[in-house]
T-cell receptor, first 117, second 110 residues
Framework: GAVVSQHPSRVICKSGTSVKIECRSLDFQATTMFWYRQFPKQSLMLMATSNEGSKATYEQGVEKDKFLINHASLTLSTLTVTSAHPEDSSFYIC?????????????FGPGTRLTVL | KNEVEQSPQNLTAQEGEFITINCSYSVGISALHWLQQHPGGGIVSLFMLSSGKKKHGRLIATINIQEKHSSLHITASHPRDSAVYICAVTFPRYGNKLVFGAGTILRVKS
């Protein structure tokens, strides 16, 4: 199947710093990218949906100024956690939706574990 | 009531056993995904279905649109199959957003 990569896979930062997470679709064009976060033993929670070249749509309760999403190209989306605090520590997962061989499909990245000290 | 129900929540099997995980949903869907998440977090997309049956190696996924039900089967299970298996569905009224089941924690013992 298609591949979605995320970088970094793990990041530890100090409180107050900003962290950027990249999500790339490696062999297809992702018209839509989704960003999720997951707390231990819980299901994925959708944070925002972004379409290439337009502003992201955030889910209720997700601060758009805190979690900046940029989807500048059909293969790259970035999530920036601004002024990170310990409560932002979580597992962040992106997913890319695009046309792959026979039709539209959606693939997940491996995730980024963020720890804010 | 959750829109996507998975069963069982937990499953322990002996190596070599045939495993079935079930997923039911409430209304018509656009597509259904089966995902695998290993300890450590990374999610792997196993299948995307809108009808019929798909097979990849020892994994088989089926979907019955009329009954609003899908199954994921693992043949000749192995300890490396131990993971959380998640059913996720796109409903037309939610566009392309996925609605996730709670997941099934599978442990295969050697």
């Amino acid at each position: 199947g298609a591949v979605v990569s995320q970088h970094p896979s793990r990041v530890i930062c100090k409180s107050g710093t900003s962290v950027k997470i990249e999500c790339r679709s490696l062999d297809f064009q992702a018209t839509t990218m989704f960003w999720y976060r997951q707390f231990p033993k819980q299901s994925l929670m959708l944070m925002a949906t972004s379409n290439e070249g337009s502003k992201a749509t955030y889910e209720q309760g997700v601060e758009k100024d805190k979690f900046l999403i940029n989807h500048a190209s059909l293969t790259l989306s970035t999530l920036t956690v601004t002024s990170a605090h310990p409560e932002d520590s979580s597992f962040y997962i992106c997913s890319a939706r695009g046309f792959w061989i026979w039709g539209y499909t959606q693939y997940f990245g491996p995730g980024t574990r963020l720890t804010v000290l | 009531k959750n829109e996507v129900e998975q069963s069982p929540q937990n499953l322990t099997a002996q190596e070599g056993e045939f495993i079935t995980i079930n997923c039911s949903y409430s209304v018509g869907i656009s597509a259904l995904h089966w995902l695998q998440q290993h300890p450590g977090g990374g999610i792997v997309s196993l299948f995307m279905l809108s009808s019929g049956k798909k097979k990849h190696g020892r994994l088989i996924a089926t979907i019955n649109i009329q009954e609003k039900h899908s199954s994921l089967h693992i043949t000749a299970s192995h300890p490396r199959d131990s993971a959380v298996y998640i059913c996720a569905v796109t409903f037309p009224r939610y566009g392309n957003k996925l609605v996730f089941g709670a997941g099934t924690i599978l442990r295969v013992k050697s």
